[in-house]
């Protein structure tokens, strides 16, 4: 069975930059879509951005224009460069794989505080 584990997060000031790693124990991402969520306290979880397959990619309009998704299929790993970060970005950020599947698989999460 997949794991994800994602790395990257922490603590950052208002404007500042992180960029999340999400590490797939096996080859999900070259066959599968996989996608970055995140939760606030208090909130549901969102889906931030995802990418296909074969590279499509789409954003939560709330990121569209600051967050990047990409992956490296040779090295099983997915990103999310996060730029202009905002307070309100402030979650718990998780990776999912196979999206549209029953029962995807999920990373532990990993903590983005940004500081206004």
């Not at 306290?41 to 499509?56: D, L, W």
């Amino acid at each position: 069975q997949v794991q994800l584990v994602e790395s990257g997060g922490g603590l950052v000031q208002a404007g500042g930059s992180l960029r999340l790693s999400c590490a797939a124990s096996g080859n999900v991402f070259s066959i599968n879509a996989m996608g970055w969520y995140r939760q606030a306290p208090g909130k549901q979880r969102e889906q931030v951005a995802a990418i296909s397959a074969g590279g499509s990619t789409n954003y939560a309009d709330s990121v569209k224009g600051r967050f990047t998704i990409s992956k490296d299929n040779a090295k099983n790993t997915a990103y999310l460069q996060m730029t202009s970060l905002k307070p309100e970005d402030t979650a718990v950020y998780y990776c999912a794989a196979p999206l549209g599947a029953r029962s995807p698989m999920w990373g532990q999460g990993t903590q983005v505080t940004v500081s206004s």
